[in-house]
């Protein structure tokens, strides 16, 4: 399995996020977490993502902030902790780069995001 470095550093066609993205979700689904618990990150995602493009100091913020939104929903209920620490993981990538490279690799975390929450629904992920 690829880790989330060589994912949001060096996977220019996105072959290993999609591989990834489908063995995380394949863990979520057997972890019990529901759908409506990575809605709820998610909604906060795409908020990030609106501003990402004109509002990028707060854009930033707000993603650092996430990381101890995961931290809550996983002491309130354990199922959230692997996708806590895919997300962590890739926030601090996106952390470690600057100007272009920062966008590419926030890019890429939205888009192992998306894959995850879209191949959570394939597995059979409850609502």
């Known amino acids: 399995m690829s880790d989330i470095a060589t994912i ?16 995380t979700a394949r863990q979520l689904v057997e972890n019990n ?15 990030i993502e609106a501003l990402w493009d004109n509002r ?3 854009a930033l ?25 895919v997300l962590s993981k890739s926030i601090d990538e996106v952390n470690a780069a600057e100007g272009e490279e920062r966008n590419l690799r926030f890019q890429r975390f939205m888009d192992l995001f ?10 059979g992920g409850r609502s």
């Open 8 to 23: 949001m550093k060096s996977d220019p066609s996105g072959a290993e996020l999609v591989k990834f993205a489908e063995q």
């Open 33 to 47: 977490l529901t759908r409506a618990q990575i809605r709820n990150i998610f909604t906060e995602v795409r908020k």
């Open 61 to 85: 913020r707000r993603l650092n902030m996430l990381k101890p939104k995961l931290d809550y929903a996983m002491a309130r209920n354990s199922s959230v902790q692997l996708l806590r620490d």
């Open 56 to 58: 990028s100091n707060e």
């Open 114 to 123: 998306e894959a995850i929450l879209a191949y959570h629904r394939a597995k």
